[in-house]
């Protein structure tokens, strides 16, 4: 039998897990702690595999990683360096991009995070690299519980 959300009564609940275009793994480098002017800093690092399921069709026979997946490798960097204090990060908006170069299979992307704001608002801007050089600037909002 069937509820009203069309869960079946008795059965798991199905995975809450946020959904990803990516399998990538974030490495976090340094985690976020205090830097000038009240700001934030973090670092990770991600290896963009190259059996990624995006390359197929991005593009054939010349794969290159798609723009929104560097922004999700951002996001989840972001979820894996927290503001000290900030609980249940949740991304409420993407508010710029700047792609600057490609990202190819392989690759490894160095993504240099800045956190400011506070009180369960907070913003987040990342430079990603490669080993060629910048690859993208993005600024993203989140909101967080306070732990």
């Given amino acids: 039998m069937t509820g009203a959300a069309g869960i079946i009564e008795g059965a798991a609940m199905p995975d809450t897990r946020p959904c990803s275009p990516v399998a990538v793994r974030v490495e976090v480098v340094r985690p976020a702690a205090a830097a000038d002017r009240g700001k934030l800093r973090a670092a990770t690092a991600v290896t963009v595999g190259e059996d990624e399921a995006v390359f197929p069709g991005h593009y ?34 993407v508010e710029s991009t700047r792609f600057l170069s490609p990202v ?41 519980e306070e732990a």
């Fill in 60 to 93: 054939p026979g010349f794969p290159i990683f798609p723009g929104v997946c560097v922004i999700e490798c951002v996001h989840l960097s972001g979820l894996r360096t927290p503001p000290p204090g900030s609980a249940a990060l949740e991304l409420v908006a």
């Fill in 104 to 144: 190819f299979p392989g690759d490894r992307l160095s993504v240099d995070l800045v956190w400011t704001g506070g009180s369960g608002a907070w913003k987040c801007a990342a430079k990603v690299a490669t080993e060629r050089g910048p690859a993208a600037q993005v600024r993203l909002r989140f909101a967080a």
